[in-house]
T-cell receptor
């Protein structure tokens, strides 16, 4: 199956700094990628849909200015958490969709803001 | 609005016993249906999917699921559970039209396996 690589796997940052998470499709082109957030013992909540060459579509309640998404190429989407605070600590997962409908997930990034 | 319900938050089964994880969805038409498994600190792995056709679908690791339109259900089953099956299981749906491929996930069911 298709491989989605997410980097870094974990990151610790100081409050007020920004963190960038990369999501790459290694062996296929992904026109659409998705970013999810997962709190401990909870389900995945879609944050935004990332479309190559256009602005991301954010879900209701997700701060666009805090969670910057860039999909500069068909194989790379990035999520930047700006001015991170402890409440942004979470598990972030990306996925890339290929047709017929099937999503492949990255291994996730554990963000801890101290 | 679409929703996915997994009624069981946590299930414990003995190794070798059969397993059934429940999933119900709410949607006006038949969506695409998926089951994923997640090990701690990891991403999601696709177990199986249903798009159309035969309502009993086979997946990896000996799992199967049955789509029942009348019950809006897509329950996951395995005849004999192995200790390595302990993980979090998510049911998900994707709207067929005009949703851009978004997946809606259930709350998840944590599976524990007793020796």
């Amino acid at each position: 199956g298709a491989v989605v690589s997410q980097h870094p796997s974990w990151v610790i940052c100081k409050s007020g700094t920004s963190v960038k998470i990369e999501c790459r499709s290694l062996d296929f082109q992904a026109t659409t990628m998705f970013w999810y957030r997962q709190f401990p013992k909870q389900s995945l909540m879609l944050m935004a849909t990332s479309n190559e060459g256009s602005k991301a579509t954010y879900e209701q309640g997700v701060e666009k200015d805090k969670f910057l998404i860039n999909h500069a190429s068909l194989t790379l989407s990035t999520l930047t958490v700006t001015s991170a605070h402890p409440e942004d600590s979470s598990f972030y997962i990306c996925s890339a969709r290929v047709g017929p409908p099937e999503a492949f997930f990255g291994q996730g990034t554990r963000l801890t803001v101290v | 609005a679409q929703s996915v319900t997994q009624p069981d938050i946590h299930i414990t089964v003995s190794e070798g016993a059969s397993l059934e994880l429940r999933c119900n969805y709410s949607y006006g038409a038949t969506p695409y249906l998926f089951w994923y498994v997640q090990s701690p600190g990891q991403g999601l792995q696709l177990l199986l999917k249903y798009f159309s056709g035969d309502t009993l679908v086979q997946g990896i690791k000996g799992f199967e699921a049955e789509f029942k339109r009348s019950q809006s259900s897509f329950n996951l089953r395995k005849p004999s559970v192995h200790w390595s099956d302990a993980a979090e299981y998510f049911c998900a749906v994707e709207a067929i039209y005009n949703q851009g491929g978004k997946l809606i996930f259930g709350q998840g069911t944590e599976l524990s396996v007793k020796p």
